[in-house]
């Protein structure tokens, strides 16, 4: 009996995951498009809130009266002087901010600049997703990730296992750049050519 085969070739893909929660912090830098002033740096320190500060300027004084409530997280976050450690931690501090690409801070004090999905739309419909993983072959000069091979079918370019016919898989990496995580989702698309091993009669299991 002839062994079965299976060809699958991936149009798109995308992996997002959802970050464990982590605290924000102040900062001590800008974002480098403007300085923030005296007002941003005492204010958007959440332990300032209704807070008066008297500052000696040469001859004369400055107050500084930060409101009760606080200024805009979104405001702050802008001006680089209150970080963010996940996706998720941006939504829960900016409401109904849109998916986007925005900067994370790592554990180690790095900044890293990740994808957020804000409507959860690949997902459980939540948002505060990072994508890690995203390959859409329909787009303009896409190439398929390390491990995978292009392949055209059909005037379309996809992503193939290998370049030879037969069964078995080829696996690609996508780096979760060392943050904590509680879930993963993914979607994926693609054709495929042949019969699976799972539901060939000759074949004791699904690899």
Aim: proline content about 3%.
């Amino acid at each position: 009996m002839s062994s079965s085969y299976c060809l699958t070739f991936l149009l798109s893909f995308i992996v997002l995951l959802y970050e464990a929660n982590a605290s924000s912090g102040m900062g001590h830098c800008t974002t480098g498009y403007r300085t923030p002033s005296l007002y941003h740096q005492y204010c958007c320190l959440s332990a300032n809130n209704g807070k008066a500060f008297k500052m000696n300027e040469s001859s004369s004084y400055t107050y500084i009266f930060c409101p009760t409530a606080g200024l805009p997280k979104a405001l702050c976050y802008s001006l680089g002087l209150i970080k963010f450690y996940s996706c998720s931690e941006v939504l829960e501090n900016i409401p109904n901010t849109a998916s986007g690409y925005y900067s994370i801070s790592q554990s180690n004090g790095s900044i890293v600049s990740v994808y957020c999905d804000m409507e959860g739309n690949n997902c459980d419909g939540n948002g505060g997703w990072m994508r890690i993983g995203y390959i859409n072959m329909t787009e303009p000069g896409a190439t398929c990730p390390q491990g995978l091979y292009n392949y055209t079918y059909g005037n379309k370019t996809l992503c193939d296992k290998s370049h030879n016919l037969g069964g078995g898989c080829s696996a690609t990496f996508f780096s979760a750049i060392g943050l904590n995580y509680t879930k993963v989702c993914g979607q994926a698309r693609g054709y495929q050519l042949g019969t699976t091993d799972g539901v060939y009669g000759g074949s004791p299991n699904i690899d």
